[in-house]
């Protein structure tokens, strides 16, 4: 979001990365850019609108932010498109550590006068999780196609089902584990591999395409919910951690949605939620909404997204907006 902001408040800067990206013909129209792919292509057929980067190019059918855009034409991840830019900005108070490795090294960011310190795993950090998919886990509604997609793993060591965090680059970050085994007196969850969640989203990185051509997300407190919501069809959740937002997490949702819906547990006070709502909606100034289970659909300690699609979408129906 940084980086985005950056661009937005910067129409000159912005138009020399789309031309260094090898798009042509680039000209504002009102409150938008418009150029070509090719130099000898529609003029017109590529679109970035300057408040929030949305970015569309009709002829090929792409649709996301900048981004998307920038991935498509280039080739490249969205890690490579992000250090790329950062070179053509050349912005001293923005900087990545240049790595050998897509998953290696350490990096660093610098953003204005906040400094922020981010371990990074390696690829070999994690093999050491058995790629194979977890029973509990489908059995509480998580399908073997979203637990690949999430990269669940196996650990041996601990016999604790690996879940694993990445930032929005797509490097992971930290990786938590879940007791397999009922019987063990061991804690629930543990982190595996240590790491600030409160950086990060879980499952932004994986639903990053869906959220931004939907424009919408709902928060969680924990990853088991982000991952049923994508087995139920719904690839648009990410996950906290906890109950309590720190802004950083709010910031990465910034010029990606124009709507967040708050999906905490059966178990949080209203308070609290309506609370972490307004909280939301004060930093991003987007419609922001809350389920709030009126109907005792839910018991206990239970998600939205536990008892099943039917019973979320119902959920759904009854949100309150701020």
């Known amino acids: 979001p940084i980086l985005k902001e950056k661009l937005i408040n910067n129409t000159d800067l912005l138009i020399e990365v789309l031309e260094q990206f090898g798009f042509h013909n680039v000209k504002i129209i009102k409150d938008e850019i418009r150029c070509s792919h090719e130099i000898d292509s529609n003029p017109t057929a590529v679109t970035v609108r300057l408040d929030n980067l949305i970015s569309r190019c009709y002829s090929k059918n792409i649709k996301g932010d900048i981004y998307t855009l920038l991935q498509w034409k280039s080739g490249m991840n969205f ?159 990410v996950a906290v951690g906890s109950h309590d937002i720190d802004d950083q997490q709010i910031r990465h949702l910034k010029y990606n949605v124009d709507e967040v819906i708050l999906c905490y547990d059966k178990d949080v006070e209203l308070e609290v939620i309506i609370k972490q709502a307004q909280r939301i909606k004060d930093l991003l100034r987007i419609k922001v909404g809350y389920i709030h289970d009126k109907n005792d659909l839910l018991e206990g300690k239970e998600s939205p997204t536990d008892k099943g699609r039917k019973i979320f979408c119902s959920l759904l129906k009854d949100a309150v907006f701020l």
């Open 79 to 237: 890690y490579d498109v992000h250090n790329r830019i950062l070179s053509i900005v050349g912005d001293e108070e923005v900087i990545v550590s240049e790595r050998k490795s897509f998953f290696g090294g350490r990096f660093k960011r610098y953003v204005g006068q906040v400094k922020l310190k981010e371990d990074i795993y390696e690829e070999k950090d994690i093999m050491s999780y058995l790629k194979i998919p977890s029973i509990r886990f489908h059995e509480d509604n998580i399908t073997f196609k979203t637990q690949q997609k999430f990269d669940i793993r196996y650990d041996r060591e601990t016999n604790y089902i690996a879940i694993i965090w990445r930032n929005v680059e797509g490097q992971i970050v930290g990786v938590k584990g879940r007791n397999n085994n009922d019987d063990d007196d061991r804690a629930k969850y543990l982190a595996l591999k240590q790491f600030k969640k409160t950086q990060h989203l879980y499952g932004f990185y994986e639903n990053y395409n869906d959220i931004l051509r939907h424009r919408k997300a709902f928060i969680f407190e924990a990853e088991k919910s982000v991952m049923q919501l994508d087995s139920y069809g719904i690839p648009l959740g």
